[in-house]
């Protein structure tokens, strides 16, 4: 794009909101560079860098007016992007101070709730920044003085400004203040827009690591500039010495509180001074992270607001209501204040005591024609407050004041006068100034000389002399001691005076619970304010990503979809190219090719391939193109570290990674691109129509992959959404002519997914309730005239005559069990829903297998985790005494018969794509040697022996020898890492030839005794606890077959769950346990299989064939001839 184009873009309102977007959401890959430190280092660079641009764009008169609305956030607010800027957590000092010239560059005036938001960013910043933020403010509120009441409507303002003197130690910057003005300086972004003489705009972009901050900036008001610059660093002095830039930042927020408290906070009325009280209660709140003296920060602000009082009264004003009025609560903060912090030394000062003083003087509280009766006692303890200083010259002015109260009898109730003999005395007590006690003397001189006959001195202190209560004596310290400080005084004290001042005290504790009540307001609405200022935030947050990030992010995700879409598609086309290449190459180049070479032949690696035959077995094995050797997951399993990552890009070979299922392996020829035109143009000729389009997951192993389903009158599509970055994609084709049938299935035990039949493979997909309806709809309406083609329902095995055939010995027992699985909801595609075969055998010792013999055979009648007698007994005792306080339902196992890690992973490590999932589970590397699948005994025995082992088998182990030989030289951890076989199984010598030879032999000889006649007696009962009664309720309990709850279907109703995290965690939990079958009997007991001979006799009776399945050990071999004339034909036994 020409640079005209790119300056026009950042002219308009979409060029603002891009700006606004990279700074919360910075792309690391536009912006890398080469070394780590400096990698960690550049998204502050960027961010300055937007945030200088966005400066200089308002300082142009291009851009619109609208635009500059935008860039100001009027609409949305500074809020939402200081939340976005520091979700974990703050923004650097430099991007504070640059968000507060954006905010006070706005004319004609600022926005004041994005100024706070921004000013309460300075908690967590260093003493600098706080200075030059502080001193943004101040200058705002200077050149426009009226601004105070604007400010002042903000929700949480007083918590904002108090920010200044505070300092977060969240933020982790302690007390090195001065260390961000050390080291190697930060790069920064010189942005720049200059305007040149044809009014074409360039902008300069440039990375430097110069601190300096001469770079052009558009031109400010001229409050900005000079020594009061907003952009301007602190000078060299003031960096130099950290209390003096706290000595001017407390100087700087004491000025804007005292304006913000007294000008902008107008009137008496009591709202009014609960919001001065909040900044009071913001500041002495913050114990811990305030920089400033708490005490004497108040003090200062309190004395503000005398002055200001005074002056007011003085003056005669038309607000001299409201400034008695202020005065009152004055004099009550005050006393409130010495009261709360009467111990430290900075509570009192001369100021305070001469402007109290002062403000009582002119609202003529202690005159008797004004009323101020509570008022005048407030002042007194103020008074005796001040007597009890430390300080000479505040204790002797205290001591003159009170005296001259005295004089003047000014006090008359009897609880005043002891309660001010108590209080002096106390402070006489306590001084340990001479002068000072002078002072005290006098003071308790004349009150006793003035209301002696009152006190009862005569009664009481016989030993005081007329001489010793003289007021004009001198007062001899010595004398002072003895006279207050013998028994007879103590008795006094503690007989008369204590008591008689208790009314007085009480008025006392009276107002100071007042003060209590109104501070515990405040603070509640000071937690509500600040409260609503963060909901502020959020809500600006919201609007922010609303209209700025979340459609930015929809146009970004939708063009990275689009790009990942063609980019996989290319991919893939490549994939194919390669792997038809490499078929072809095979095809020539192999043993037996036309290009062979005798003993040029690499080595072939093996997968298992998604083909099945009819009886559901996977037993085709087809080279692995894509062979990965896993030395990372052995090496991470031998030193006990992640498996280390490559750094070495994949080759074009290794884009795409196999799978199972619906994606076609490289020699099925089923799916995906292999699929020629002819097979999908088989049996229609019509033009193709779109005629169901819906949303769904592909279920392949134990991942889902998000997609689309197309359904045409000609074929079924799936478009994964979004493939990963190391994968090709899902995405496949079956033509409608080749589905045979559909199946129901479960999916997290939820009732919504589907299984499509189609030739020799079949996929999974999960829909919604709904759309699984639709789909079904739509697939029976298209294959109507296909008499073969059906739709399964579960729990169908009553309306199928399957179990009649196997008691008749028509079908064998493995074929019986695979069909029960398939109907029960157990599939290849999902491997926490593997079809699930019993242990037939438990003799794995002897040299020779006698099938005959009961005793070779497991105990059907019992689940595998309870073969063992004392096991059962213990499994027995743990569930009757099961008791969890979550209310979880008893079991008898804990783990389950059938799970992807546990089984599936376990049994067919050596065999890709087990392998690869089984490492994964492993978090990148393999499982111990110790507690991998090496040898069928050792299993066995370990069902038969532990407590948290039940492990059932897989179909694999009565059909694929190839499972058992590590065929593809994996590092096991064990030398050659073959499972170890039963004794009576053939051993050969240790070839690779022979190694399969023995598999095999094992494969045969476990097939055998599954289809003999003491297991076709016996698998009814094992039939019944997977599938049938005894899988659930009081049946289960009696047969010790109880599973955790969460295995069972009706466990959760996963469309109920409105958070998705819990969700994602029962998910999880589902599929990781396993999940036990869909219950095809629930009433009856499984029919026993009949034996040969009833079979045979039943057949005679009926006048049926014979079946030729118990007779394959009888067959032999005839040479048959066909004479066509006579129609004659003669058998020759060979």
């Known amino acids: ?22 700074l919360v959401n910075p792309d690391p890959y536009l912006f890398s560079f080469t070394g780590e430190n400096r990698r960690k280092r550049v998204p502050l660079a960027i961010k300055q860098a937007i945030l200088k641009l966005i400066l200089a764009l308002l300082g142009t008169n291009k851009v619109l007016d609208t635009t500059k609305k935008t860039l100001y956030l009027v609409e949305y607010g500074m809020g939402g992007l200081v939340s976005l800027l520091q979700p974990l957590k703050p923004p650097s000092d430099k991007l504070s101070l640059q968000l507060m010239e954006i905010v006070c560059y706005q004319t004609p005036d600022p926005n004041y709730r994005n100024m706070l938001c921004v000013v309460s960013l300075a908690r967590y910043a260093a003493l600098p920044t706080k200075l030059s933020l502080g001193r943004m403010v101040q200058q705002v509120i200077k050149d426009k003085p009226t ?69 052009f900036l558009p031109s400010q008001p001229e409050s900005l500039h000079a020594d009061d610059s907003i952009s301007s660093a602190v000078s060299h002095d003031e960096r130099s010495s950290d209390c003096g830039i706290l000595t001017q930042l407390q100087a700087i927020s004491l000025d804007m509180h005292c304006k913000l408290l007294w000008d902008g906070l107008r009137g008496s009325s009591q709202e009014i001074w609960k919001e001065r009280m909040k900044v009071f209660h913001s500041i002495n709140s913050a114990k811990g992270t305030i920089l400033v003296p708490a005490v004497k920060y108040t003090r200062l602000l309190i004395e503000y607001l005398l002055t ?25 903060l005050v006393s409130d204040f010495l009261n709360t912090h009467y111990k430290e030394e900075e509570s009192c000062s001369e100021d305070l005591l001469n402007l109290t003083l002062d403000l009582l003087a002119k609202m003529t509280v202690w005159h008797p024609v004004t009323g101020w009766s509570e008022l005048a006692r407030v002042g007194l303890n103020i008074l005796l407050h001040f007597v009890g200083s430390s300080n000479s010259e505040i204790c002797a002015t205290a001591c003159s004041k009170l005296n001259h109260l005295i004089q003047t009898d000014e006090f008359k109730l009897e609880s005043e006068i002891y309660y001010i003999i108590n209080s002096v005395h106390n402070a006489l007590s306590s001084t340990g100034n001479r002068e000072n006690d002078v002072h005290i003397l006098q003071v308790m001189k004349a009150v006793l000389e003035k209301h002696s006959e009152m006190l009862g001195l005569v009664e009481h202190l016989p030993h005081l002399t007329s001489s010793d209560l003289k007021t004009g004596a001198q007062v001899r310290l010595d004398e002072g001691v003895e006279h207050y400080g013998n028994e007879h005084w103590k008795k006094y004290l503690h007989t008369v005076v204590k008591e008689k001042r208790s009314h007085c005290l009480r008025l006392f504790k009276q107002v100071e619970q007042e003060m209590l009540n109104l501070w515990n307001e405040v603070e509640n609405e000071q937690n509500s304010d600040w409260h609503k200022f963060q909901r502020e935030n959020g809500e600006s947050q919201l609007l922010f990503k609303s209209n700025i990030t979340t459609p930015l992010n929809a146009a970004i995700d939708s063009e990275l979809k689009r790009f990942s879409i063609k980019t996989n598609s290319f991919n893939q086309n490549i994939r194919v190219i390669l792997d038809q290449w490499k078929s072809r190459m095979r095809f020539f180049s192999s043993e037996r090719g036309t290009w062979a070479k005798s003993g040029e032949s690499g080595p072939i690696h093996w ?22 050797d896993h030395r990372d997951a052995s090496l991470a399993r031998d030193t006990n570290d992640p498996a280390p990552l490559r750094n070495d890009p994949p080759s074009i070979a290794n884009l795409a990674t196999p799978s199972q299922g619906a994606n076609a392996d490289d020699d099925d020829g089923m799916f995906g691109p292999n699929s020629t035109d002819e097979s999908l143009d088989e049996g229609n000729s019509s033009p193709e129509e779109l005629l169901l389009k819906v949303d769904c997951e592909l279920i392949s192993m134990m991942d889902s992959f998000p997609g689309r389903l197309e359904i045409t009158n000609r ?38 997914a589907l299984e499509f039949f189609s030739h020799n493979t079949n996929f999974f997909l999960n829909f919604t309730r709904e759309d699984r309806k639709k789909v079904l709809r739509v697939i029976r309406r298209e294959k109507r005239r296909d008499s073969k083609f059906r739709v399964f329902e579960a729990q169908l095995l009553a309306n199928t005559n399957l179990t009649n055939k196997w008691v008749r010995r028509e079908i064998s027992n493995f074929e019986y069990l695979m069909q029960l699985n398939t109907i029960a909801g157990r599939t290849y595609n999902d491997w926490s829903q593997y079809p699930v075969f019993p242990w037939v055998l438990k003799d794995y010792k002897s040299s020779a297998i006698d099938f005959d013999n009961p005793d070779s055979y497991r105990n059907f009648t019992k689940p595998a985790g309870a073969m063992h007698p004392p096991i059962e007994t213990e499994l027995r005792n743990r569930y009757e005494e099961f008791d969890d306080p979550g209310g979880m339902q008893p079991f008898h196992h804990g783990t389950h018969y059938s799970s992807a890690a546990g089984v599936v992973t376990h049994f067919l490590v050596r065999m890709e794509p087990f392998t690869t999932k089984h490492i994964d589970l492993q978090n990148g590397r393999f499982d111990v040697a110790d507690r991998l699948f090496f040898s069928i005994k050792e299993s066995f025995n370990s069902v038969l022996t532990s407590l948290h082992d039940c492990k059932e088998l897989t179909p694999d182990f009565f059909c694929l020898p190839e499972f058992l030989i590590n065929i593809n030289g994996f590092d096991l951890g064990r030398p050659g890492g073959d499972v170890a076989l039963p004794n009576w199984t053939d051993q050969f010598s240790d070839s690779l030839e022979d190694k399969i030879r023995a598999a095999e032999d094992f494969i045969w000889k476990h097939r055998k005794a599954l ?25 289960a309990e009696a047969a010790c077959n109880i599973y955790p709850a969460y295995s069972y279907e009706g466990a959760y109703d996963l469309s109920q769950m409105s958070d998705p995290a819990k969700r994602a965690v029962t998910e999880k939990i589902i599929k990781e346990f396993g999940q036990t079958p869909i219950q095809l009997i629930d009433k009856a007991p499984h029919p026993e299989r009949k034996t040969l001979e009833e079979c045979l ?12 399945l118990p007779y394959l050990n009888n067959l032999m071999c005839f040479k048959a001839e066909v004479h066509e004339k006579g129609k004659l034909a003669a058998f020759y036994h060979i």
């Not at 002056?311 to 009550?332: C, M």
Request: charged share 25%; aromatic share 8%; proline share 3%.
């Open 715 to 752: 074929c079924i599509y799936f478009f994964e959404h979004m493939p990963s970055s190391d994968d090709i994609g899902k995405d496949f084709t079956s033509p409608l002519s080749t589905l045979k049938h559909v199946h129901h299935r479960l999916h997290n035990l939820q009732r919504t």
């Open 308 to 332: 200001e009082c005074c002056a007011i009264v003085k003056d005669h004003t038309p607000a001299e209501a409201d400034s008695t009025e202020n005065g009152q609560q004055l004099i009550h």
């Open 1 to 22: 794009m020409p640079g005209d184009q790119i300056h026009l873009k950042l002219y308009e309102n979409d060029g603002a909101v891009m700006l606004y977007h990279m």
């Open 607 to 628: 997968k298992m391939s998604s083909h099945e035959n009819h009886c559901r077995m996977r037993i085709k094995m087809i080279p692995n193109d894509h062979y990965e």
């Open 1011 to 1035: 289809e003999s006649d003491y297991v076709s007696s016996q698998l009814h009962h094992w039939i019944d606890l997977i599938f049938g009664y005894k899988q659930r309720g009081s049946e």
């Open 147 to 215: 601004c105070v009441s604007d400010i002042i409507q903000c929700v949480g303002w007083q918590e904002s400004i108090s920010c200044l003197i505070k300092n977060d130690v969240r933020a982790g910057r302690g007390s090195t203040y001065s260390s961000q003005y050390s080291g190697d300086p930060e790069p920064f972004v010189v942005v720049s827009l200059n305007e040149t003489d044809d009014e074409r705009s360039e902008v300069e972009v440039s990375l430097t690591s110069s601190t300096s901050d001469s770079e």
């Open 1097 to 1108: 006799s039943m057949e005679t009776r009926e006048g049926k064939a014979s079946s030729i």
